[in-house]
């Protein structure tokens, strides 16, 4: 089955910059859509940014933008998000998701996506 697992999480002050990485295992869908989400305690989990895997668009969550970049390595089945200007409010736990197909146009959330990694912390401390 598939299998995704994220790295790269940890403490930061504000301001800071980390980079997450994710890897799919048995991952053999010709198309793709990738996504990055992030989740705290007691909120929904939402979606920072997604990547459709031949190149066609990014999208990114208004609070991230200009500040997050989200990009691939097919070859490798990776996924990664680069985080620069780190806020406390992006403190959360932060998801790699994956589905089989093209990245639908339009609103997208949680529900887009049927493969999930088990998580990595970030913490931003001001």
């Known amino acids: 089955h598939v299998q995704l697992v994220e790295s790269g999480g940890g403490s930061v002050q504000a301001g800071g910059s980390l980079r997450l990485s994710c890897v799919a295992s048995?991952?053999?869908?010709?198309?793709?859509?990738w996504g990055w989400f992030r989740q705290v305690p007691g909120k929904e989990r939402e979606g920072v940014a997604r990547?459709?895997?031949?190149?066609?668009?990014?999208e990114y969550a208004d609070s991230v933008k200009g500040r997050f970049t989200i990009s691939q390595d097919n070859a490798k089945n990776m996924v990664y998000l680069q985080m620069n200007g780190l806020k406390p409010d992006d403190s959360a736990m932060y998801y790699c998701?994956?589905?089989?197909?093209?990245?639908?146009?339009?609103?997208?959330?949680?529900?887009?996506?049927?493969?999930w990694g088990p998580g990595t912390q970030v913490t931003v401390s001001s």
């Open positions: 990547i459709d895997s031949d190149g066609s668009m990014t």
């Open positions: 048995r991952f053999t869908y010709r198309d793709a859509c």
């Open positions: 998701a994956a589905a089989g197909v093209h990245c639908f146009r339009g609103y997208w959330d949680r529900w887009s996506f049927g493969f």
